[in-house]
Every structure is written in structure tokens, then in C-alpha cells.
């Protein structure tokens, strides 16, 4: 009985001191001193800021220490504790927005790798399906002279020249 | 409830994000382009011992003989012909640039022409031939100008008055490195003149004749 002990082991009117048992019988406790202080016990009350009332609110106080309470009683003031706010509407605007943004994104992906799967197939098809177009004497021509361009635009002798790396020219 | 909401937004909005990903990433991969690989410019413990060795082969290939009076001269004027050389080994990079775009195209062109005359059943072994040669110039060409560049690069690095017989046989190697490429340049250019132009013309007259004969026909 000592592991529950009392904040003040204040005498009563009768100069006794209760414990918590005592309070079991609250009908008697409070025909016995009525405006006796009723010690209360700190670890089975941890929310007990207020001092300890008076006999009238001796039952909401030892509810929150339920060795023997009931449990048909208790439940209705814990459900009575938490109601469910009344009116609350569920998140439907949120949802849709959220659901059409993804379907969106969905379709611009889907669509663009469609998009390149075709590119890549028309590129593939073109190069083996498709016909080389036929040459004519003007492309021989045209091949001729961009050739005859191009190697005389080097000048070989100009570049690569005896004089450069003479020992004239280089003062050896 | 709330908590099934939750999961549902979740869900709603990392499908599309995972599938948009994955695209993406398709994408970049197919797109790459190849990266060039870059030279570098600080010659390291290899390429010096490298050049070192191309030195010595030189002067043993050359087996120079030089008197103290010439050695003494070059010592004295080769740091001043290095930095002419300097100035042609930057535009030896140029000539290699210039004429490897060249030689690329001209190839490219007359195997596309091919190509097309082929396909129209004209006889085109004569030209097969002739693009097959001319990439064994090319090749030649390419190999020489590497030597000659290694050559211009050993002249203007190294160090001419520790070693002026080192230098003297280097400028010598490069000098005869040049003439080759410029002989290979040449080469490639007559064989343009001498062989593929008359198959050009050859290749002509065939597609000019061939309208004709079928007309007949």
C-alpha cells in the first residue's frame, strides 16, 4: 500500500489519514469529511494540475485513475472527450487537381515517347526502304569539280616548302 | 481516411514524375554527342624520354660529325631558330586539319556517287577501285605528316644547346619529314588528275549513252 502514496498525509477532521483505497467508497468519503482535503496520489494522476476539489468533483478526478471504473462508463467520456468535428468535409478539390495534374504529366510523357519511337522508325525505315536516288551527269560533273576545288585549294608546295626550315632562313 | 488520401496524392503525382524521368533519360541518351579528346600540352616523364630516344636514333641513323666551331655556332643560334620552329609547328596543325578535311570529303563524295551509279547497274568497279587507292594515299599521307610532326615537335622542345649534334640531326629528320609529306600531297593530287577524273568522264559517257539505248529499246 505504499506504492501509491498520498501528496499530503494531511489528518483528516477525524484526524485520520486516507489512502487510496479510500477512496473507493466515495459515497462514504464524502459523508465522512465532506470538506476533508482528500490526498491524491501523484502516479495514477499525472494530469491533475488543479488542486484537489471538492467531494463534488471527486468522481472526474479518480476517472482518470481507472483501477475501478467501469467500463461503460468510461467509454462515454472518452468518446465524449474526442467527438468528430461536425460538418468536416473530405478533400475532394485537392484529390481531383492532383489526380488530373498526374494524368497530364502521364500523357505528355506517353506522348512524347511515342513521338520519338516514331522518329527513330521513320529514320530507320528511310535508310534501308527507301531508294538511292539515281545519278546523272550532272552530279558527275558536280563531284568532279568539287573535288578538283577542294584539292587545289591546298597548296601543298606553298605549305610545306623547302626554304622554311633552311639554315637561311632560320639564321643557323 | 486522411491518411488514404495522403498515399493516393502521393502516388498520383510520383507515377507520372517516374515515367517523365525515364524519358527524359531515354532521350539524353540517344542525343549524346561524342566528346573530343583533348591533347595535352605539358609533355610528360614518357614523351620526354620518348623524344629523347627519337633523338638518339638521329644522330645514330645520321652518324653526324660535328666540329667545335659548328657545334659552338648552333649553340649560340638555336634558340632563336626554336622559336621559328615554334611558329611552324603551329601551322603544321593547321595543314593537318585542312587537309584531313579535304581528303574526307573528296572520298565521301566519290563514294556516294558510287553508290548512285550503282544502283543504276552502271559499271562502277573501275571507280571502287580507283576511291580504294586513293585511301591507301590518304593513309600514307597521314602516317608521314605524324612523323613530321613528331619531328617539328622533338626541334622546338629540346634542349639545343645541351645537345647541338642532338639538334642538328632533328632538324635534318624534320627536313626530310616534310619533303615526304609534301611528296605524299602531291601524289594524291595527280592521282586525282591521273585516274579519277578519266573514270569520272568514263562513268559520264556511260550515263549519257544509257537514256539512249533504252530509247531504242
Redesign the interface.
Given at each position: 500500500m505504499d506504492d501509491i502514496k498520498p501528496a499530503e498525509n494531511k489528518p483528516t477532521a477525524t484526524g485520520q489519514v486516507m489512502d487510496i483505497q479510500a477512496t473507493k467508497p466515495v459515497a462514504e468519503a464524502t459523508a465522512v469529511a465532506p470538506e476533508a482535503v482528500v490526498p491524491q496520489p501523484e502516479a495514477t494522476t499525472p494530469d491533475l494540475a488543479e488542486p484537489p476539489q471538492a467531494a463534488e468533483t471527486e468522481n472526474t478526478t479518480t476517472a482518470d485513475t481507472p483501477v475501478d471504473a467501469q467500463p461503460g462508463e468510461e467509454a462515454a467520456p472518452l468518446a465524449a472527450e474526442a467527438p468528430k468535428p461536425q460538418g468536416h468535409k473530405r478533400p475532394l478539390v485537392p484529390i481531383i487537381v492532383a489526380v488530373l495534374i498526374a494524368l497530364s504529366l502521364s500523357g505528355v510523357a506517353v506522348f512524347a515517347y511515342l513521338n520519338q519511337q516514331k522518329k527513330t522508325e521513320t529514320k530507320q525505315t528511310s535508310q534501308t526502304t527507301s531508294p538511292a536516288p539515281s545519278a546523272t551527269s550532272a552530279d558527275v560533273d558536280e563531284t568532279n569539280q568539287a573535288i578538283d576545288t577542294d584539292l587545289n585549294s591546298a597548296n601543298d608546295d606553298a605549305d610545306l616548302d623547302d626554304n622554311t626550315l633552311s639554315d637561311t632562313n632560320l639564321n643557323l | 481516411?486522411k491518411s488514404r488520401?495522403l498515399v493516393?496524392?502521393g502516388i498520383?503525382?510520383l507515377?507520372?514524375?517516374a515515367?517523365?524521368s525515364?524519358?527524359a533519360a531515354?532521350?539524353q541518351t540517344?542525343t549524346t554527342k561524342p566528346q573530343v579528346a583533348q591533347t595535352t600540352t605539358v609533355p610528360t616523364e614518357a614523351q620526354k624520354k620518348a623524344m629523347q630516344d627519337r633523338i638518339q636514333q638521329r644522330k645514330d641513323a645520321q652518324k653526324l660529325k660535328l666540329t667545335t666551331a659548328q657545334q659552338k655556332?648552333?649553340k649560340d643560334?638555336?634558340k632563336?631558330?626554336q622559336g621559328?620552329?615554334v611558329s611552324?609547328q603551329a601551322?603544321t596543325n593547321g595543314?593537318e586539319t585542312?587537309?584531313t578535311k579535304?581528303y574526307t570529303?573528296?572520298v565521301s563524295?566519290?563514294t556516294?556517287?558510287e553508290?548512285?551509279?550503282a544502283?543504276?547497274g552502271l559499271d562502277t568497279a573501275a571507280l571502287k577501285t580507283a576511291i580504294t587507292t586513293l585511301k591507301t594515299q590518304i593513309a600514307t599521307f597521314n602516317t608521314d605528316l605524324a612523323a613530321y610532326k613528331d619531328a617539328v615537335s622533338d626541334l622546338a622542345a629540346m634542349d639545343c644547346t645541351a645537345d647541338p649534334t642532338g639538334f642538328k640531326a632533328s632538324?635534318e629528320a624534320?627536313?626530310t619529314a616534310?619533303?615526304k609529306?609534301?611528296e605524299d600531297?602531291?601524289a594524291?593530287?595527280a592521282y586525282?588528275k591521273d585516274t579519277?577524273?578519266p573514270t569520272?568522264?568514263a562513268?559520264?559517257a556511260q550515263?549519257?549513252a544509257k537514256p539512249a539505248a533504252e530509247g531504242a529499246n
Open positions: - | 481516411m488520401t493516393t496524392l498520383s503525382l507515377v507520372p514524375a515515367i517523365v525515364t524519358v531515354q532521350e540517344t655556332r648552333l643560334r638555336c632563336n631558330a621559328k620552329i611552324e601551322k595543314i585542312s587537309r579535304i570529303d573528296t563524295r566519290l556516294t556517287l553508290t548512285k551509279l544502283a543504276q632538324l624534320t627536313r616534310r619533303k609529306v609534301r600531297a602531291n594524291i593530287r586525282n579519277i577524273k569520272l568522264a562513268l559520264r550515263l549519257a
